[in-house]
């Protein structure tokens, strides 16, 4: 079975320009979380999306926001970046089941750096 | 709020000896509680968890975890250390608002020394 797949893998943007992320889950799994991670603030979560809806929602600005396809397939999208959106941005995965509540299958990360 | 804390930076420790990992938590209600593992330019990996049942909780690679709910902690545990289990280790804990909204420690490194 195919792992989380992310893309683009790392990419370089200027402030003020806007950045598309790109999330394929695992085969089955409905459940697609974003989180940021950050030398400085560590792991922090963005969002949750389930069945096209978003679930759940972190402390973050306006700036950042997501979406779920039908594939279950999920982007997420900053604008207007700033500096300190540099991070590595990991999608995870899951069946969202009871049993398996928050057991999450991760990607390997989209390394974003703003300039 | 729920959160986790992993006390130390750094753990190191010499090939074929035990690793411990510490992590204490911070719930309303009933902890469920997880470890991740990340290696170098990866994403985590889940480890084990524990949701209810018995306090020692196996997972992954060898590894265990002893939930103790008087001292509210979940540590992490290896009999015998690999060089290979160098890599950042994070304790988390299920958010309320969420069932995959997850909070993280801030992780913590572990080297294994050959």
């Known amino acids: 079975k195919a792992g989380v797949t992310q893309t683009p893998r790392y990419l370089i943007k200027t402030r003020g320009q806007q950045v598309t992320l790109s999330c394929s889950p695992i085969?089955?799994?409905?459940?697609v979380s974003w989180y940021q991670q950050t030398p400085g603030q560590g792991l922090q979560f963005l969002f949750e999306?389930?069945?096209?809806?978003?679930?759940n929602k972190g402390n973050f600005p306006g700036r950042f926001s997501g979406r779920q396809f039908s594939n279950s397939r999920s982007e997420m999208n900053v604008s207007t970046l700033e500096l300190g959106d540099s991070a590595l941005y990991l999608c995870?995965?899951?069946?969202?089941?009871?049993?398996?509540?928050?057991?999450?299958?991760f990607g390997e990360g989209s390394r974003l750096t703003v300039l | 709020a729920q959160s986790v804390a992993q006390p130390e930076d750094q753990v190191n420790v010499a090939e074929g000896n035990p690793l411990t990992v510490k992590c204490t938590y911070s719930?309303?209600?009933?902890?469920?509680l997880f470890w991740y593992v990340q290696y170098p330019n990866r994403g985590l990996q889940f480890l084990l968890k524990?949701?209810?049942?018995?306090?020692l909780v196996k997972g992954s690679y060898g590894f265990e975890a002893e939930f103790n709910k008087s001292q509210t902690s979940f540590h992490l545990k290896k009999p015998s250390a690999l060089v290979s289990d160098s890599a950042l280790y994070f304790c988390?804990?299920?958010?309320?608002?969420?069932?995959?909204?997850?909070?993280f420690g801030k992780g913590n490194q572990v080297v294994v020394i050959p």
């Open positions: 995870a995965s899951s069946d969202r089941t009871g049993a398996n509540t928050g057991e999450l299958f």
């Open positions: 085969s089955g799994h409905r459940s």
């Open positions: 999306y389930f069945s096209e809806t978003q679930r």
């Open positions: 719930v309303s209600g009933n902890p469920y």
């Open positions: 524990y949701i209810t049942g018995d306090n």
């Open positions: 988390a804990v299920r958010d309320i608002r969420g069932n995959n909204r997850l909070a």
